[in-house]
């Protein structure tokens, strides 16, 4: 216990303030992405996000968004926390909750409408869609960059420091197990997640549409993590 510790309190001083900069700005564009384009016109997310989103759809008016993100999220950042480390699990937690916070703010607090359309895209599917995809790729494709230590966590075929998302936890967690790729297990469970917003909502126009948010999100996280030139080398 007091090796752990110990290890624990090492860990935490090689937290910068730095990258709590970049994680905060990360979080408050995701949510502009999510508020401000997707929800509006009930296009959802992927992850935890978007399960977030469809069950503030269908659940009674004060369980919000924001607080499903924080009760999804946060429990599966602790449990993947001997896995990941203590600077993935705080900058995740910090992420997520300026993330929540941010979201809260936009539907709640400030004066800004955002409950029949958007405000910048008004009821256009396919603008929504891209641009928020787009938005959402850059807050996650910044948590990614500074997200702390290199020793994160295994996505997409990089290794990242830090997550926008829990469902990326689970994928390192049970993607081995399952004899899969992180980034098969995160897609199996957006296409999942879909179906199931289809079935509900008796209609399969938004899901559609939710699969062109996160192909545009899976984009333009490559591009903030590679940047233009995607070429790798390795020397033996």
């Given at each position: 216990m007091k090796k752990f510790f110990s290890n624990f309190l090492k860990e935490l001083k090689e937290?910068?303030?730095?990258?709590?900069?970049?994680?905060?700005?990360?979080?408050?564009?995701?949510s502009v992405g999510v508020t401000m384009f997707l929800q509006p016109v009930s296009l959802y997310d992927s992850g935890i996000s978007g399960t977030s989103m469809f069950l503030?759809?269908?659940?009674?008016?004060?369980?919000?968004?924001?607080?499903?993100?924080?009760?999804?999220?946060?429990p599966i950042f602790i449990f993947g926390f001997k896995k990941q480390g203590a600077c993935f699990t705080v900058y995740s937690l910090f992420t997520v909750i300026i993330y929540s916070?941010?979201?809260?703010?936009?539907?709640?607090?400030?004066?800004?409408?955002?409950?029949?359309?958007?405000?910048v895209a008004g009821n256009d599917l396919l603008l929504c869609a891209m641009f928020g995809g787009?938005?959402?790729?850059?807050?996650?494709?910044?948590?990614?960059?500074f997200g702390g230590a290199m020793d994160g966590?295994?996505?997409?075929?990089?290794?990242?420091?830090g997550a926008m998302d829990g469902i990326e936890v689970f994928a390192v967690i049970f993607s081995k197990k399952l004899g899969i790729t992180v980034g098969t297990f995160v897609m199996s469970?957006?296409?999942?997640?879909?179906?199931?917003?289809?079935?509900?909502?008796?209609?399969w126009t938004l899901p559609l549409y939710s699969i062109i948010t996160y192909l545009c999100g899976l984009k333009t996280?490559?591009?903030?993590?590679?940047?233009?030139?995607?070429n790798k080398a390795a020397m033996i």
């Open positions: 937290l910068s303030w730095v990258n709590f900069l970049a994680l905060f700005i990360a979080g408050i564009i995701n503030d759809q269908i659940t009674p008016e004060f369980l919000t968004l924001s607080l499903f993100l924080v009760l999804l999220n946060v916070l941010s979201a809260w703010l936009i539907t709640d607090v400030l004066p800004i409408d955002v409950s029949t359309s958007s405000p787009i938005l959402s790729g850059i807050g996650s494709g910044l948590a990614v960059r966590i295994e996505s997409l075929g990089v290794r990242f420091g469970y957006n296409l999942i997640l879909y179906i199931i917003c289809g079935i509900v909502v008796q209609s996280v490559d591009f903030i993590v590679y940047g233009i030139d995607k």
